[in-house]
């Protein structure tokens, strides 16, 4: 796979993808990305157990790259609400995911401070959208 | 096919026993019975010193056979040939008859002979077989050898067919055992090297076999199946030794596929040992004992195995072994000592002596090495099973060995692509270790690092049914750890590889029955729980797109596999818990799938049933289908007024207490009756886009027989405008008496039949509802027929009414009749009417005749029943009544003040010396006529008791709304002093408001006529009322409180009230219209102020001006200066003599709207001013005045009594006199 391609998502507590979005952003959704899309949350919710499995186990937020499935390498970030932040990588990429992995905690914090947003519901701020695909610009390509 | 993760070690230690089903009749249930009461002794206890656990697993396949001389435990050492003779083990009966024709008896013995031999031909490296034969006569199969043969009657007295197993197990395990002892290999010069059947095909070059690394290869070899055989035979701890010897050896003769088989089993017999420690697999309950003495006194052992079931090993079952290690009961307190303090030397110690092994040279020098126990050697039990058992090793089994080791198998074993399964093997087993040293992160990262290559595509070694059972295997892993996502994902893998299709195939029904299995044990991976009642307001299902898809898939898999029940009840889970989340044309599909599984279905699918699929492997629960249509909101309604009972307690069986806390209130809230319809009302919703219809809706219910009504609804779309549902009622009929309660409904819908249950929804808590209701037996049931026109009162109220017209005054007779229309007798009925209430004259309603005919009960007030009396089923009994035309202005139910006083028409003058506060009662409503209206009530006890005592009560009513016509009514009244002062003339203004004459008789056959719309004054004159006393009303006003005060005064009206009736009898009749009546005086009699007045006063005053009696309203006409003598009577009532002074006031009217001023300086009086006068009962006295005014106007003049000192004030009402009024004016 020549392009780097990454695939973002926080998800809840229930396991359900919050928020998601893909990196390089802004392309059109052809007929295989939304395939891909697909393939990409089977591989990520496979890979929320051994998520779960290092959060037990370290104290770091930050759990580098948990899993893998064919071209597909799982990077994730565990927040203090053990909100699952996880990314899908197609190339190794560790100091930009952790780095773009602290920008969107702090991001989350900020949203999630809104009095109005309830823990585990969707995320549809567009403001964070934007935040996420700038730092997705400017950390993931 | 291994069914845990576990198998894949416990395996290398098992011996395999193939057992098949052999001869001409076949039944498969039988079979599978005696396999599965074989593998319940597939483990016996051979020695109990040192403990040794043979394992024996019985199967119908083996595989990879080939490689047995490598592993040990590939090879199948016995056969067990089953075999039912005509008659026994129920055989399929078409088989049978069709054997019967054709073969006889003999050639059914010879035939099951042939079979079992071929069997152990197919297998030509038994040790041992045995042929079971169910039904057949021993003596019949001679052909087969007779220790071989396991002959019995039937399945259920095959007592014997446990020993026998455990002796065939006791065989091989003795052959085996012979073969471990057998360590002469170790001193041959030359020994024949073991070899793999096909080993020479993939050999490379000419091997010599003088040459030294021969030799080792040999010997390595053979130490590598002596290994073996002692792990067999239950002896770990010497296996291992073995293991390490071949490994030696075979890595310096570079035998690589048995070296990765040595590895292997090294690695494996650590596993083994270490899982035995920590109790993982299934021997391990036997080395938590706490020491040996405690388990040569345990009778019998329970096993418990990892997948629950329990096996039980008796003593009976221990093999003495060879070397006789009895022996070592005698020093028995030694060894418990010493393994209290040493336990694992001791354990060393008896394994090279009892097995009379002396392996590689190492295990004399165990007691060298002494061991020092740690107490605390933390809590990783490797490290202490490590420190126990290998203290003497010259290399500790670390973790990292023991992966090392089975890496350095999976390196070898890589080396041969024949022995790619072999290699997967050592992957799992290694996979195993880690589990059992909880290492998950590792494991995850070994098994993604090692079975990845499995799985590529590049693997052509392994076709894609490989592939997935390689998946299901790690799937099956995930799932013993916990990892549910993980197990979701490789099952749904596995599917992939399952569905995959090679050229010229196609997927057939077969291959998704094998699949939906699998997919639908990857729901609970997905967070979908199919026996959890949905809330659809859930926002935390879970990662919802996956759960659609997987959903999904299986919907699909079980349509395509035939499992047409489970595909529609996936179908509706999918629908009604996703359905907010289905975009419009998968909702569609959705519902055409729907559609079309349901038209394929012969029967209607009962959703609330559990199916069971795959011969009970899947369950599927039952499901509600509540959003289709959403029915919420149950409220259980009364039943209609006439119907409703309510429960009237014994009182005959009150307590004993009259304050207690154990009071049983009677609960009338909700009651229904045998055999008369309930409703329930619900809200309906439609949250489809399209029309909904529902079918058979019905209420479902638990506790008593109950009949439910069955409903149809079409539901249209929802909207914007319509999305608040609408209100039905849903019905039924009880059928007998008893706590009934509601718990749901049911219905169909989409071709299902769908049962839900009523939930109460308390924040995130879902409960389901169950309505209480309490059903009574059946009542009588009373209803009241009357012949008069129906009125419509009411549009909802469906009992009947009555209407009637009466004129005002006119008396109307009519008749109702109680009908008791069941077959339950009434044994009281009572009838109450509810009408206007009147304080004067007669009610509007009146019965005839009211009598009491019921028997009195005790239980029950019934002294406010008019009538009453007892119905017979399907009786009657008619009562008579008559309407009287009230004056239709006069009912109390139109105060609104409290005061009960009526004074309902308008006195012609201010008469009353002071009248100021009853002026305000006056009831100002036009004389129009009015709708009256009443209502006959009969409340009715069935003669029916309850348990308790209890009766029960119906009310049923009937309405008359009462028209009334003004005819010739009252329209004002003035009281005059009569022809004495103790009689009074009461004036009253009679009004004729119909179009025709009237005719009055009043005052004993005086007459009059009355003119259409015309008022006549009549006069009738009625004595004062001496009953009374002047100042009693002053008294009444003067008690402690208003209640006490107006039953007073209520007491005195009815006392002036029954006098004046007597006088007031004005009879009418329109002879126009042929009618006649009584002139309604009610609003006279009720009238305080009128009644007052006919009391006889204290002090009576006769005005005589200019010598003329003083009687009419009318003014004196006098000029400015004329003087007029005015004469004023004093006439007393009262016995005692009064004296006092009596004067003259004057006050000018001014106008009617401002009243009048006190202007005595207006009236000069000649002569004496003050006038003292004495008075009694029997003397008058009269006083005389000369006045003149000098102002013109109006004037009134009243006279004023000053008592003399020593009398009281004379209140009002105690003195009677008409003002004289004076028109005066200038010229005369």
Not at chain 2, 404 to 412: G, T
Request: with cysteine; aromatic share 8%.
């Amino acid at each position: 796979m020549a392009n780097k391609e990454f695939y973002f998502a926080i998800i809840g507590h229930s396991d359900q993808p919050i928020f998601e979005m893909d990196f390089p952003a802004g392309e059109r959704k052809t007929k295989e990305s939304e395939g891909t899309r697909h393939l990409n949350h089977y591989i990520g919710h496979a890979a929320l157990d051994i998520v779960d499995e290092h959060a037990f186990t370290t104290t770091q937020m930050y759990l580098k790259m948990v899993d893998k499935f064919n071209e597909w390498y799982v990077s994730a970030f565990v927040t203090a609400s053990r909100i699952r932040f996880i990314i899908l990588h197609t190339h190794r990429a560790d100091e930009g995911i952790k780095q773009f992995f602290q920008e969107m905690y702090e991001t989350y914090i900020k949203h999630a401070m809104n009095p109005f947003y309830e823990i585990d519901d969707v995320i549809e701020s567009i403001a964070f959208e934007q935040k996420a695909a700038l730092y997705g610009r400017k950390y993931l390509s | 096919m291994k069914s845990s993760t576990s198998d894949f070690l416990t395996d290398v230690q098992t011996v395999n026993i193939v057992i098949k089903q052999i001869g001409p009749n076949k039944s498969l249930p039988a079979f599978k019975r005696i396999v599965e009461r074989c593998s319940r002794q597939r483990v016996i206890q051979v020695s109990d010193n040192p403990r040794r656990l043979f394992h024996c697993s019985f199967t119908q396949t083996s595989s990879y056979t080939e490689f047995s001389e490598l592993q040990q435990h590939r090879r199948v050492f016995a056969v067990i040939g089953v075999a039912f003779t005509n008659g026994h083990g129920e055989p399929d009966k078409s088989i049978r008859a069709f054997r019967e024709s054709t073969d006889s008896e003999a050639s059914e013995s010879e035939q099951i002979s042939s079979a079992y031999n071929k069997l152990k031909a197919d297998y030509p490296n038994i040790i041992c077989g045995r042929c079971i034969l169910i039904g057949g006569k021993d003596e019949d199969f001679n052909q087969v050898e007779r220790h071989e043969r396991l002959c019995f009657p039937s399945l259920e007295e095959a007592g014997q067919l446990e020993s026998a197993v455990r002796e065939l197990m006791r065989a091989i395990y003795i052959v085996i055992e012979m073969k471990r002892v057998d360590v002469s290999f170790e001193k041959k010069q030359e020994i024949p090297c073991p070899t793999l059947p096909d080993e020479s095909r993939w050999q490379v070059g000419v091997e010599t076999k003088s040459t030294k690394s021969y030799k080792k290869k040999c010997l390595g070899r053979y130490r590598k199946q002596h290994a073996d055989y002692c792990l067999l035979t239950g002896l770990p701890q010497l296996a291992l030794e073995a293991y390490e010897g071949a490994i030696e050896s075979l890595k310096s003769a570079q035998d690589h596929l048995w070296l990765a088989a040595a590895y292997d089993g090294w690695a494996s017999t650590v596993c083994i040992l270490h899982a035995e420690q920590m109790g993982e697999i299934n021997c391990g309950a036997f080395h938590r004992v706490a020491s040996m003495h405690a388990m040569l006194t345990i009778p019998s052992i329970e096993i418990k195995t990892q997948n629950g079931e329990s096996l039980s090993v008796s003593n009976d079952s221990v093999l003495s072994s060879p070397q006789g290690h009895k022996r070592h009961h005698s020093d028995e307190h030694i060894r418990v000592n010493s393994s209290m303090s040493g336990g694992s030397m001791e354990r060393n110690e008896s394994f090279g002596n009892e097995s009379g092994i002396v392996s590689n040279g190492s295990s004399p020098s165990i007691r060298e090495e002494p061991t020092k126990i740690k107490a605390s050697k933390g809590l990783n039990p490797l490290t202490n099973f490590l420190s126990d058992s290998w203290n003497f090793r010259r290399e500790k089994p670390t973790k990292e060995r023991v992966m090392e080791n089975f890496k350095n198998a999976i390196d070898e074993f890589s080396k041969f692509t024949m022995a790619g399964w072999l290699e997967y093997e050592t992957v799992m087993r290694a996979i195993m270790y880690l589990i059992l040293e909880r290492e998950y992160i590792k494991l995850e990262q070994f098994h993604r690092d090692y079975t990845g290559k499995y799985l590529d595509d590049a693997n052509t070694f392994m076709d894609h049914r490989m592939k997935a059972q390689i998946c299901l295997n790690s799937a099956a892993m995930y799932k013993e750890i916990g990892f549910l996502r993980k197990q979701a994902f490789y099952a749904r893998l596995s599917v992939l590889f399952e569905l995959h299709v090679t050229e010229g195939r196609v997927r057939q029904a077969s291959d998704y029955k094998t699949v939906y299995p699998v997919l639908f044990k990857t729901l609970e991976g997905y967070g979908v729980d199919l026996n959890e009642p949905h809330d659809m307001k859930n926002k935390k299902l879970g990662p919802v797109k996956l759960q659609i898809k997987s959903l999904h898939e299986i919907f699909t898999a079980a349509n395509r596999a035939g499992h047409r029940d489970a595909a529609i009840r996936h179908l509706c889970f999918l629908l009604q818990v996703y359905y907010p989340h289905l975009d419009s044309s998968m909702t569609t599909r959705l519902f055409d799938d729907l559609d079309n599984l349901v038209k394929a279905t012969p029967t209607v699918h009962q959703l609330s049933q559990t199916i069971v699929v795959d011969d009970g492997k899947i369950i599927i629960p039952g499901l509600q289908l509540t959003r289709f249509p959403l029915i919420q909101t149950p409220t259980v309604l009364a039943l209609q007024p006439n119907l409703v009972p309510t429960i009237v307690p014994d009182k005959s069986q009150a307590s004993i207490f009259i304050y207690t806390p154990f009071g049983k209130k009677v609960d009338n809230s909700l009651l229904w009756v045998t055999d008369c319809p309930g409703e329930v009302e619900v809200t309906v919703r439609n949250c489809r886009e399209t029309e909904l219809i529902v079918r058979d809706l019905c209420l479902i219910v638990e506790g008593v027989n109950f009949d439910p009504v069955q409903a149809r609804l079409i539901l249209p779309p929802e909207d914007e405008e319509n999305n608040s549902g609408s209100t039905i009622r849903l019905l039924g009929v009880p059928k007998e008496p008893g706590d009934l309660f509601i718990t749901g409904y049911s219905c169909n819908i989409f071709g299902l039949h769908n049962e839900c249950r009523f939930v109460t929804s308390n924040g995130n808590s879902h409960k389901p509802n169950k309505i209480r209701v309490k059903v009574l037996p059946k009542l009588a049931r009373v209803y009241l027929e009357c012949s008069l026109p129906r009125a419509p009162i009411d549009e909802d109220n469906e009992e009947p009414s009555a209407e009637a017209v009466v004129y005002s005054g006119q008396k109307f007779d009519h008749t109702i009749t109680v009908v008791n229309s069941s077959d339950i007798p009434v044994r009281y009925c009572g009838v109450k009417i509810w009408q206007p209430i009147v304080q004067g004259g007669p009610p509007l309603i009146r019965l005839d005749d009211s009598e009491t005919h019921a028997p009195e009960f005790d239980g029950f007030e019934i002294s406010d029943d008019l009538s009453s009396f007892v119905l017979e089923p399907n009786g009657s009994r008619e009562l008579k009544f008559h309407i009287f035309g009230i004056d239709p202005t006069s009912t109390a139910d139109d105060l609104s003040d409290e005061e009960k006083v009526l004074e309902s028409v308008i006195p012609l003058a201010n008469t009353s010396a002071n009248s100021e506060t009853e002026s305000s009662d006056m009831d100002l409503i036009p004389f129009t006529g009015r709708l009256l209206t009443a209502e006959f009530i009969v409340r009715y006890h069935s003669d029916i008791t309850s348990d308790e005592g209890h009766s029960f009560e119906r009310k049923c009513k009937l309405p008359i709304a009462v028209s009334i016509i003004p005819a010739v009514t009252v329209s004002a009244w003035h009281v005059l002093p009569g022809d004495s002062p103790f009689s009074r003339y009461i004036v009253v203004d009679v009004t004729n408001s119909t179009e025709h004459d009237a005719e009055l008789v009043y005052s004993n056959a005086r007459r009059m006529y009355v003119l259409p719309k015309e008022t006549c004054r009549v006069p009738i004159l009625s004595p004062c009322c001496s009953d009374v006393t002047g100042g009693a009303f002053h008294q009444a006003k003067q008690r402690g409180s208003h209640m006490m005060q107006k039953m007073e005064t209520e007491r005195l009206r009815l006392i002036l009230e029954n006098h004046v009736s007597k006088h007031l009898d004005i009879r009418w009749a329109i002879p126009a219209l042929n009618i006649e009546g009584q002139v309604p005086v009610g609003s006279l009699l009720s009238s305080v102020s009128l009644l007052k007045q006919l009391v006889l006063p204290a002090i009576s005053l006769d005005f005589y001006v200019n010598g003329k009696q003083y009687v009419s309203e009318d003014d004196v006409a006098v000029g400015i200066g004329q003087f007029v003598t005015v004469e004023v009577s004093i006439i007393s009532s009262l016995a005692a003599e009064y004296n006092g002074l009596l004067s003259l006031e004057c006050e000018q009217e001014i106008s009617h709207s401002l009243g009048s001023n006190d202007t005595g300086n207006f009236m000069l009086v000649t002569g004496a001013k003050k006038i003292p006068f004495a008075v009694d009962k029997e003397n008058k006295q009269s006083a005389s005045f000369s006045v003149t005014f000098i102002v013109e106007g109006s004037f009134r003049v009243r006279p004023l009594i000053t008592p003399m000192p020593g009398q009281h004030a004379l209140l009002p009402e105690d003195m009677f006199a008409t003002p004289v009024a004076f028109s005066v004016t200038t010229k005369f």
